[in-house]
């Protein structure tokens, strides 16, 4: 039969501990798990932030840029047109510019060969931060000059979280190309200028950076970032002139091959 | 409070371990969908526009 434990039985486990302990260290027990409950979630929001704001920006994005049909990216050129007589030409005079779209209208997108051959990004209309920086990436400054215009064509952008679209905005050199493709045309602008600017300095989006009271005559193109990564001390500003411009059909010689 | 939790659910230990799982798991769904994208913009060390 069932060895039934006569000798020695244990003592049963005291159900709860000495009335005169519990009252303190139950309540230094309680803050104490809150506090561990609150650090793992600090962690987890840093988890959050470094992380999953990646993932989910990044698909975001790749799926702006494949919903436009017009976009150029290196995974779908263009459907090779009826070979014409000569290929668009890269053009100096006037370029065609759209007017400013609606708000969080995705009008363009960005080609950076410095920062990979696969490097696509869609730029939206206004800089709002929920709708637009955080979830399509670059923004282009309301108000600011349109791709391929006279005066300044202000883009912000992420460089950490978020899709990161600026990440490696560090590494751009005088003279990279920063590629601009709309519906209407192909605007290659070339670096000219890296800049550490304070956040209140507005003045690098005027239409000639940072000089005010100059009428513009040439097109340029901005970038604002955050500087240091990781930080909202400063920004990282990039100022970028038109090099030329070229019809749609075209491709750029910046995105040919294995340049 | 943990040790309270898990004096009070029900079921062997191992069915009180998967329900702390799939509890946690739905804290840290709402904690990545809706409570910490409320709380990113007042966490400034993300801006990046200069105004």
Same mark, same amino acid.
């Given at each position: 039969?069932? %060895?039934? &434990? ?8 005291? !159900? ?48 702006? $840029? %494949? ?15 009826? &070979? /014409? ?15 400013? &779209?609606?708000? %969080? ?41 349109? #791709?391929?215009?006279?005066?300044? *064509? %202000? $883009?912000?952008?992420?460089? =950490? ?15 990279? #190309?920063?590629? $601009?493709? /709309? ?16 956040? !209140? ?5 005027? #239409? ?19 500087? &240091? ?23 750029? =010689? ?6 | ?20 799982? =799939? ?17 990113? #913009?007042?966490?400034? *060390? ?6």
């Amino acid at each position: 039969m069932t %060895a039934a &434990p006569d000798v020695a039985t244990p003592p049963a486990r005291p !159900s709860r501990p000495p009335r005169g302990r519990s009252v303190v260290a139950t309540v230094v027990g309680v803050v104490g798990e809150l506090l561990i409950t609150l650090g793992v979630l600090v962690g987890l929001f840093v988890v959050w932030q470094l992380w999953w704001t990646d993932v989910v920006a990044e698909r975001e994005q790749a799926e702006v $840029v %494949a919903e436009l049909d017009w976009a150029w990216t290196p995974q779908r050129p263009r459907p090779t047109a009826e &070979p /014409t007589a000569e290929a668009p030409a890269e053009r100096t005079d006037p370029a065609p510019v759209m007017a400013e &779209p609606a708000y %969080a209208t995705t009008f363009a997108t960005l080609h950076v060969p410095r920062w990979g051959a696969d490097y696509v990004r869609p730029i939206t209309q206004g800089t709002g931060k929920t709708d637009v920086l955080d979830t399509l990436g670059l923004g282009h400054y309301e108000g600011t000059a349109m #791709p391929g215009a006279i005066g300044n *064509f %202000a $883009v912000a952008g992420h460089r =950490v979280t978020y899709g990161k679209p600026l990440n490696r905005v560090e590494e751009l050199q005088i003279g990279d #190309p920063l590629i $601009v493709q /709309t519906e209407q045309a192909w605007y290659v602008y070339r670096v000219t200028e890296a800049l550490v600017v304070r956040p !209140s300095q507005v003045e690098v989006l005027l #239409p000639v950076p940072s000089q005010p009271d100059v009428a513009p005559t040439q097109a340029v193109m901005t970038l604002t970032t955050c500087h &240091p990564m990781y930080s909202a001390r400063e920004r990282y500003i990039v100022h970028a002139t038109l090099d030329y411009w070229m019809a749609p059909e075209g491709t750029p =010689v910046e995105l040919q091959g294995d340049a | 409070m943990y040790g309270w939790l898990w004096r009070h659910l029900p079921g062997p230990a191992w069915v009180r371990v998967g329900i702390l799982v =799939v509890a946690a798991a739905v804290v840290v769904a709402v904690c990545f969908l809706w409570a910490f994208p409320a709380l990113a #913009p007042l966490v400034p *060390f993300n801006d990046i526009t200069v105004d």
